[in-house]
């Protein structure tokens, strides 16, 4: 009897130890971030903290830390330096204004343990499924490239070809039946932060003329120092070749940065480039100053470089004359209104306030005078941001929190049942295309399309009345096809 009470007590012990066990190697976790619960307070609130702070650039679970080439060291010591002071020309914001000490600490542990379960965060999350219920269709993604890393722009030829960016450097013709040709005499890129080969478009006489335009990040030495600039270079496409490439933009002043490039182009129905600069990181110098400074603007030129001599700033004394409007800050998305011809475009807010304008001439956008967003390190961005000024431009819409807008397409033709009109935008942060309803110029209702399908780059209409959309890491461009009559 006393044996068997000994016995009953052994392995209740056994079991409770194992369950201890069990619970111990499979903590409950915090939604969409994977960490122990409760266990450490200043684990919860580095949680917090990450989500509040961080997730926005470097995803929102930790993916950018995940098989890391870490440029600064991954020692506790190391990421504590990181936050705690920053790397301004590589784009990461210093906290120490935001943290204590302790609370630094607490996020760098918090990020250590957290890339250790690699399997939780490398693509496991992305949809099982390649058919999508939305409210007003089902669509299917029918994969029309793989094998790319980060396609950041595609252009449509002739014959349901393409052509495509991945940002790392390289050019690639897509035939119609999906096979890739690297494309020769393309630009050299500095690519790293968020530089590189970036957009790509055709002229509109393409056709007969074959010239494209390509937006990268161009590199040069001065001074011992690697200085960056947003550039455009345009070439003939030829036989699979690039020739008579021409830069014919390169934006001033140069910069130590390697952020907040811009760049998207469009042509315009008036027959000339307009094209995004982003601040390059120093929103104090760049983006109110039209004078020799070409960052933080919306540009129109003529194909060939030269300016349209009614550009609004042509007689402005010491003006930029290529531009057309300023106050912006990261504008990674430009599409032309179909009907109105108006140029539209979305970008990149600091810490919430992404916005979608419409451009106009001689518009000033704001930034960082107004802005719906504050500074990354939770404080407002400067001690006078306001939200609306006289003589700024208030953007048609803002997300707050910050979707990390890419790409921008009017949905055109009548494939999208229901979707006709509707503005559509890539979510870098979100991994998801948002669907915009406009009525009036106003963003009246939005809807999340395809939820966790990847950082979306680009999205545009195909000549085909498809949509298009690229997605990163694996680089992937979807064509959205209607299944069962919508
Ligand atoms: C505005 C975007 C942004 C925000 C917000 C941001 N970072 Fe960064 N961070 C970067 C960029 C850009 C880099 C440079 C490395 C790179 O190119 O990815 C970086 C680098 C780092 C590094 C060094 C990585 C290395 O390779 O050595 C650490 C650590 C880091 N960030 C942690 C954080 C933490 C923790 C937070 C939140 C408190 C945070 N970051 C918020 C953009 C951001």
């Not at 030829?157 to 013709?173: A, R, S």
Request: hydrophobic letters at 30%; charged letters at 20%.
């Amino acid at each position: 009897m006393l044996r068997s009470i000994r016995l009953l007590a052994l392995l209740l012990t056994v079991l409770v130890a194992l369950f201890g066990f069990i619970k111990l190697d499979h903590p409950p976790v915090v939604e969409d971030a994977g960490f122990p619960d409760g266990a450490d307070t200043s684990f919860a609130e580095a949680a917090k903290n990450y989500q509040g702070f961080c997730g926005g650039c470097h995803g929102e679970k930790m993916n950018a830390f995940v098989d890391r080439n870490w440029k600064h060291g991954n020692s506790r010591n190391d990421l504590y330096k990181a936050i705690k002071s920053g790397y301004h020309d590589e784009g990461m914001p210093a906290f120490d204004s935001a943290f204590t000490d302790q609370q630094i600490y607490a996020l760098s542990d918090y990020i250590l343990t957290g890339i250790k379960n690699v399997s939780r965060y490398t693509g496991s999350d992305r949809p099982k499924t390649n058919t999508f219920k939305t409210e007003n269709l089902t669509i299917r993604l029918d994969t029309v490239v793989k094998g790319l890393n980060i396609p950041w722009g595609m252009a449509f030829l002739p014959g349901g070809e393409m052509l495509v960016n991945d940002k790392g450097g390289k050019i690639y013709h897509v035939k119609k039946d999906g096979s890739m040709m690297p494309v020769t005499g393309g630009p050299s890129v500095v690519a790293a932060g968020q530089g590189g080969l970036l957009d790509v478009i055709t002229d509109p006489g393409y056709t007969t003329n074959k010239i494209v335009y390509f937006s990268y990040s161009k590199a040069k030495q001065e001074d011992g120092r690697g200085l960056a600039t947003t550039a455009i270079m345009r070439a003939k496409f030829e036989n699979g070749k690039l020739t008579e490439q021409q830069d014919i933009f390169v934006a001033e002043p140069w910069s130590t940065t390697r952020h907040h490039y811009g760049s998207r182009m469009q042509f315009g129905k008036d027959g000339y480039l307009y094209f995004s600069v982003g601040e390059r990181g120093n929103e104090r110098q760049n983006p109110q100053e039209i004078k020799g400074n070409d960052l933080g603007k919306v540009h129109r030129i003529k194909p060939d470089g030269t300016i349209p001599a009614d550009n609004p700033f042509v007689k402005t004394a010491g003006a930029e004359p290529s531009i057309y409007s300023y106050g912006h800050r990261n504008p990674q998305g430009m599409t032309i209104h179909p009907q109105s011809g108006q140029i539209w475009t979305n970008e990149h807010g600091p810490r919430g306030g992404d916005e979608i304008n419409i451009v106009r001439p001689a518009k000033n956008y704001g930034w960082p005078e107004i802005t719906y967003g504050i500074n990354y390190n939770g404080k407002p961005m400067g001690p006078d941001t306001k939200t609306a000024r006289e003589g700024m431009e208030q953007p048609l819409h803002e997300w707050t929190p910050s979707i990390g807008p890419s790409g921008l397409a009017f949905v055109t033709g009548n494939k999208y049942k229901g979707w006709t009109g509707n503005l559509i935008s890539g979510s870098l942060r979100f991994q998801y295309l948002n669907r915009s309803v406009i009525q009036g110029n106003k963003v009246v209702k939005e809807e999340i399309l395809f939820k966790n399908i990847g950082r979306v780059r680009d999205v545009r209409m195909g000549p085909d009345g498809f949509i298009y959309m690229s997605v990163e890491n694996p680089g992937i461009i979807y064509r959205l096809t209607p299944v069962n009559g919508g």
